[in-house]
């Protein structure tokens, strides 16, 4: 289950929308341990594509540092898709690299409707789970 | 000489759960050689059969990609900290 605050929820769905039709992406960031997002970290889609994502190597080396001074982790992994399902696809699968992360789908194929849907990725197996709005 | 590799969590099943490990080498690809004599497998994550260096894989010298260094020749010194992410990607 992804337990989410409904402003790091709308933050996501926002950050989808402003980069559509290119895709999003970013991660949400929390205390190493505690499976609870706490802090929005959109990151720039080096691809800048509308069929495939990638975080900026340097700009994820600056992320995951601060993150281990922080001891945080990444709690969550988003990306959107921008003519899709919110689905992972065979790629998002094959290229998942953080296994206890939550990865996060969003499609913004509909003008008037974000969908966002909450998977973890294991060993090449996906799972979807619940999404959870907490306060 | 003594070089420090910062191993993300998906590779640490490579090295018994270590999230840092030390290794010798004069250039990145020694480098990694010399860790996959103590940590069988671990080079195959990180470079194809040619020795270049995995697309999906980020590699950093102190605080520069190393794709815009040597790449697998690119020279280590005693004390430097190698860190190895896994490319955050999909489609």
């Known amino acids: 289950m992804l337990r989410i ?3 790091l929820y709308d933050e996501i769905v926002a950050h989808a929308r402003r980069d559509h039709p290119d895709e999003a992406c970013g991660v949400l960031a929390g205390p190493a341990g505690s499976d609870r997002p706490a802090r929005f970290v959109p990151m720039l889609n080096a691809e800048r594509s509308p069929t495939f994502y ?6 994820q080396f600056q ?3 601060e993150m281990d001074a922080r001891d945080e982790e990444p709690i969550v992994i988003y990306h959107s898709h921008t003519a899709t399902e919110a689905r992972p696809s065979r790629t ?30 294991l060993a090449g197996e996906v799972t979807e789970e619940p999404v959870e709005i907490i306060e | ?12 099943t490579y090295t018994a759960g270590e999230k840092a490990v030390e290794g010798n080498g004069l250039t990145l690809a020694e480098f990694f050689v ?4 103590r940590h069988a497998g671990l ?34 010194s005693d004390g430097d900290v190698v860190t190895i992410l896994p490319a955050v990607a999909g489609g």
């Open chain 1, 5 to 7: 605050s409904q402003q």
């Open chain 1, 54 to 59: 990638r975080f900026d190597s340097m700009e």
């Open chain 1, 63 to 65: 992320v995951w540092k």
């Open chain 1, 92 to 121: 998002d699968v094959s290229l998942a690299s953080e296994p206890g992360a939550h990865y996060v789908l969003v499609s913004t194929r509909e003008p008037d409707e974000t969908e966002f849907r909450s998977f973890r990725i």
């Open chain 2, 1 to 12: 000489m003594a070089i420090e590799a910062r191993i993300p969590t998906i590779l640490r």
């Open chain 2, 34 to 37: 010399d860790l996959d004599s």
């Open chain 2, 43 to 76: 080079r195959d994550r990180l470079v194809g059969e040619d020795g270049s260096l995995n697309r999906f894989v980020n590699v950093y010298l102190n605080d520069e990609d190393v794709r815009f260094l040597g790449g697998p020749e690119t020279p280590l």
